[in-house]
């Protein structure tokens, strides 16, 4: 059974979602994988090549854990905005400025997150979540941010989440996801069926150099999507300029007022720690 498609001309290669769970189970292919994804131009007949292998792989239980992943206790839309374009930005942030701080470079404030909606039609959205923290190669986009089960929350305290779940359902609520970022883009779609199938596409160029955009496209949202973001994002303090469609919606409390030490005092980004469940 063919999982994939390939086209020269545009050098894309799509594939089935389930076949990153086929190559992460092998791990001979995983190796080869790894070190193709992580060179600074992907050799593209290469990982063809390794998702071809893959395919001929029996797929019952990678198939259902993709599923489980994506559609299993779904959360509701406000929830998955509050992962992808709240918490999901943090994270990203506090690898960046841990980074930084280590090398004893200086962190330039404040940092910036905006999320952009684009009415389609009546209660139909494109959203748009742009940060500009460490960014996503190819490896780190479908070996940790798409690989289920997999995350580097797990022995991370500053972050909330983990068990590479968080961004799953986004998928479900969404026509496609685009994931941008280091000038690439991957390309999450999800075809009608029963059962539901999906998709992943590398290949694509992007303008997105520095840190990530993720693109939500045509997601169904009653009501108003930036009051549903500002609920999350309102207590943010002022080391974070959050925008909503150009408006800054973070409130910048004083972290001190939260409990919090300084950056430079606890090594942990200010506000990654409170509870966006109490705003």
């Keep these: 059974r063919k999982c994939y498609e390939w086209w020269h001309m545009a050098k894309t290669l799509q594939f089935e979602y389930h076949v990153l769970e086929l190559?992460?189970?092998?791990?001979?292919?995983?190796?080869?994988?790894?070190?193709?994804?992580?060179?600074?131009?992907?050799?593209m007949d290469k990982l063809e090549i390794l998702v071809q292998e893959a395919s001929t792989k029996q797929d019952t239980v990678a198939r259902r854990k993709v599923l489980h992943a994506i559609e299993n206790q779904l959360p509701s839309i406000a929830e998955v905005l509050r992962e992808v374009a709240v918490q999901n930005t943090i994270d990203a942030y506090t690898d960046l400025t841990t980074l930084l701080t280590r090398r004893g470079e200086q962190v330039e404030y404040p940092l910036k997150i905006s999320v952009d909606f684009t009415e389609k039609r009546k209660d139909a959205y494109d959203l748009a979540v742009s940060d500009h923290a460490i960014g996503m190669n190819l490896h780190d986009v479908l070996c940790r941010l798409l690989a289920v089960g997999d995350t580097t929350k797990t022995e991370k305290t500053s972050q909330v989440g983990g068990h590479g779940r968080g961004f799953k359902p986004s998928i479900a609520h969404a026509s496609s996801v685009v994931i941008e970022s280091f000038g690439r883009k991957t390309r999450v779609r999800r075809e009608e069926g029963a059962p539901q199938k999906y998709f992943v596409q590398i290949g694509e160029e992007s303008?997105?150099?520095?840190?990530?955009k993720i693109t939500l496209e045509n997601v169904s949202f009653p009501g108003n999507p930036q009051q549903a973001v500002q609920q999350y994002a309102a207590k943010l303090t002022d080391e974070f300029e959050f925008r909503v469609n150009g408006i800054k919606i973070n409130r910048g409390i004083d972290p001190l007022k939260l409990g919090k030490l300084p950056y430079g005092e606890t090594h942990l980004l200010p506000g990654v720690n409170m509870s966006l469940e109490d705003t």
């Design 23 to 43: 190559i992460k189970s092998d791990a001979h292919l995983l190796e080869q994988f790894t070190r193709e994804l992580t060179q600074e131009q992907p050799d």
């Design 207 to 212: 303008d997105v150099q520095n840190g990530t």
